[in-house]
């Protein structure tokens, strides 16, 4: 079991940056890769990026490769979204996510946190 709270999201202006934090808690941790999925209004909940459990191996949408990095802290069980030059289109519910590997869809996941991105 994998317990996921996310926080950091907020308003932020067109071009700004933002960084997403996730508390993960639960003994299975390190032993299992981390998501970032997101949702915006009206459409279906698609994937951002994903770091492997040992944090050697990492994978983005390519609607952010190069604004967002993902990094792991398994000493701190966190994992985090560093999102750059923010676009509106940026604007969504974050969920932070588990699942046991890199390509494998998550079957934890945390409450989400907003993120809003003003042009």
């Known amino acids: 079991q994998v317990q996921l709270v996310e926080s950091g999201g907020g308003l932020v202006q067109a071009g700004g940056s933002l960084r997403l934090s996730c508390a993960a808690s639960?003994?299975?941790?390190?032993?299992?890769?981390m998501h970032w999925f997101r949702q915006a209004p009206g459409k279906e909940r698609e994937f951002v990026a994903a770091?492997?459990?040992?944090?050697?191996?990492?994978d983005y949408a390519d609607s952010v490769k190069g604004r967002f990095t993902i990094s792991r802290d398994s000493a701190k069980n966190t994992v985090s979204l560093q999102m750059n030059s923010l676009k509106p289109e940026d604007t969504a519910v974050y969920y932070c996510?588990?699942?046991?590997?890199?390509?494998?869809?998550?079957?934890?996941w945390g409450q989400g946190t907003q993120v809003t991105v003003s042009s």
């Open positions: 996510a588990a699942a046991r590997g890199l390509y494998t869809y998550p079957n934890y």
């Open positions: 639960g003994r299975t941790f390190s032993s299992v890769a």
């Open positions: 770091i492997s459990w040992s944090g050697g191996n990492t």
